[in-house]
């Protein structure tokens, strides 16, 4: 019999990147989602699929599942700014409640757990570039903090089970990743610039675009956190693309790419906003031997090629979209 994995936030960005992921490998899968940021469009090719199996289910309220699980991967979560302000409280329990849930489940499966924590522990870092070792620099009772706090209460309370419980637990930060799947009114950075690239709007920028982030492209990270998975290491591990540029140098790769004659408008820096972001992967490499090998050219134009396959329809549905309303 082939090993089972659960994943959560299946029907999401990367947790549909992670699916497709683990069947290749020959995993049987059991995707659960609720649908509220994520999509069933998104792993539809998965339907047929005789090993994948999908529930729709909010894991902040109890999770059953029958049959044995040999990993647990907690990927359910609102990820973007503009989602997890409108919805802070299912936030707030997901990654708290859902968490709490799924390590009870993994003691009663004996199931390893992976979950998905963030750079967003480090807040608005004063240590550059951040380090696992860093404890961050994050408003309690800021905007961003029902996801920041979350997700630094998750990363508590696995580390929790492991120290009390013995059991077999994984964390890994996650830092700004990208690439086909991403909901275009997501509100992230890549979405919106390519959706106003392609619906011919100017494109916004948030301040005045010397903030930096550091992009990594999917395919790297789903590698990267399989292999964190397999590893022996309980600390947390961080996942990103060092590649750090600026907000503003990122705006104008997007026009060259997508070749668009729209222009840089500048709209006010959202609160909390932070001014740099760029991971230190030495643990990933020494540990995992990971490191990513997409350059940001190459994953762009894939994501690129994605958003420009989408049907006219597709496009405006998921642009005027109002979600939770
Ligand atoms: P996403 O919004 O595309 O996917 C999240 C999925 O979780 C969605 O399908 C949503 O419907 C589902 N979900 C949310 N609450 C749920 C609940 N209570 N029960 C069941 N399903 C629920 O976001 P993503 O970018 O794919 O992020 C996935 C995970 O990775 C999140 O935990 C996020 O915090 C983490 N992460 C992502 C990034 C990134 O750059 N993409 C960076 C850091 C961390
Ligand atoms: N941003 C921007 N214009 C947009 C969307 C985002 O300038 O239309 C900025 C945002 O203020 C932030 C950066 O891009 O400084 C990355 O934002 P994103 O929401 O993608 O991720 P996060 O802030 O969580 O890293």
Redesign the pocket.
């Known amino acids: 019999m082939r090993d089972r994995v659960l994943i959560t936030g299946a029907a999401g960005f990367l947790g549909s990147h992670l699916c497709e992921y683990f069947l290749r490998l020959g995993f049987r899968v059991l995707g659960i989602d609720n649908l509220i940021t994520g999509d069933l469009k998104n792993i539809q090719h998965l339907s047929s699929v005789e090993q994948f199996e999908f529930l729709q289910h909010d894991v902040s309220k109890f999770v059953h599942v029958e049959g044995d699980l040999k990993y647990i991967l907690h990927f359910a979560s609102p990820a ?2 503009i989602d997890y302000l409108k919805i802070p409280i299912q936030t707030l329990k997901v990654s708290s409640l859902g968490t709490h849930n799924l390590l009870g489940l993994a003691m009663v499966k004996k199931a390893r757990i992976l979950v998905a924590s963030t750079s ?1 522990v480090y807040g608005d870092p004063v240590i550059h570039p951040q380090t696992e070792a860093y404890w961050g620099n994050v408003n309690p009772v800021g905007p961003r903090s029902v996801y920041d706090e979350a997700k630094r209460f998750q990363e508590a309370m696995t580390m929790a089970y492991h120290t009390f419980h013995g059991l077999e637990t994984r964390i890994v930060r996650i830092f ?1 990743t990208y690439g086909p799947r991403m909901r275009l009114n997501d ?4 979405p ?2 390519m959706g106003q690239a392609l619906c011919g709007e100017d494109l ?4 005045d ?1 010397t ?1 930096t ?1 550091s992009f990594c492209y999917v395919d790297d990270l789903v590698e990267g956190v399989y292999r964190l998975l397999l590893s022996d290491y309980v600390q947390p591990v961080n996942l990103g693309n060092p590649d750090e540029i600026t ?1 503003k140098e990122f705006a104008e790769e997007i026009i060259r790419l997508t070749g668009t004659d729209q222009k840089i408008i500048y709209k006010p ?2 609160i909390d ?2 001014k740099q ?1 760029q991971p230190d992967i030495t643990k990933a490499r020494q540990l995992l031997g990971w490191e990513p090998n997409i350059k940001r050219s190459d994953g762009l134009r894939t994501t690129w090629d994605y958003f420009k396959s989408l049907s006219k329809e597709r496009i405006h549905e998921e642009r005027n979209h109002r979600m939770f309303s």
């Open positions: 973007s700014p967003e700004n509100g992230r950075v890549l919106a610039f916004t920028i948030f301040g675009g903030q982030r907000i820096l959202p906003d932070p972001r």
